[in-house]
Every structure is written in C-alpha cells, then in structure tokens.
C-alpha cells in the first residue's frame, strides 16, 4: 500500500460496485414509477367511478349501455342477502322505447347521462328609454 493512500483498492472497488449494481435497477424503477403514474392509477380511479356510477344508479335516470343502446331506467330491484342487508340486483329494468321495456345487466351500463343546464337567461323586464 502506497503511504499517501488513505483507503485500500479492496474497499474502493467494494463501493463501486455497489453503485454500480444500484445505477443498473435505477432505469427499472424509473421505468415502473413511470407506468404507475401514466397507466396504472388512472385506470384505478376510471374502475372506481365506474363501480360508484354503477352503484348509484337509480329510476328516472338515462343511460347508455355497452351495445349503444339509450333508455331510462323504470326499476331498480333491491334483493336482501342471506344476512338480511339490502343489496341492489345485478338486473336493471329499462325503457328504451315508449311502453317497450327490457331487462339490463348493470355491468352492462357505460355511461350515465346527465342533463345539461339550459344557456339560456331569465327573461328580464325590459326598460323603456
């Protein structure tokens, strides 16, 4: 060992090649993080709206289903499981035509659509100049 050397070659090349060990997975967790933020959360938070939109559905509301169908739900059955807790049936009775009703699956439902408020301004009185 050299005298002005302050650490030996055996520990220098030990950290090295820890850091270099470490450099190598840093493009994987980047890669990873990565995915996380841009793909996998927002379909997360898409599946939960999905499941809270599902679950609250009730009667008079529009909806589409997944084969492009519109109509107004008339009746959502409400089941009791075997502990006696209401539960909401998986079967959702719709109208899609005047008197022409038919039986949906609610994980059929892709949308609910909700009315748009009209532009349009109270009519004010109208002054005289």
Avoid: C, W
Wanted: glycine share 6%; net charge positive; aromatic share 4%.
């Amino acid at each position: 060992m050299h005298p002005l050397t302050l650490t030996s070659p055996a520990f220098a090349q030990d950290v090295a090649g820890i850091m270099g060990s470490a450099t190598q997975f840093a493009p994987l967790v980047l890669i990873f993080a990565v995915f996380y933020f841009l793909l996998i959360r927002p379909q997360q938070r898409k599946h939960k709206e999905t499941r809270s939109m599902l679950a609250t559905l009730k009667r008079g509301d529009k909806i589409v289903t997944g084969g492009g169908i519109l109509g107004t739900i008339q009746r959502v059955p409400i089941m009791q499981d075997k502990d006696g807790k209401q539960i909401a049936a998986s079967e959702i009775e719709v109208e899609i035509a005047p008197n022409l009703r038919v039986m949906v699956l609610r994980e059929t439902i892709s949308s609910v659509i909700k009315p748009l408020a009209a532009n349009d301004t109270k009519p004010g009185k109208e002054t005289a100049s």
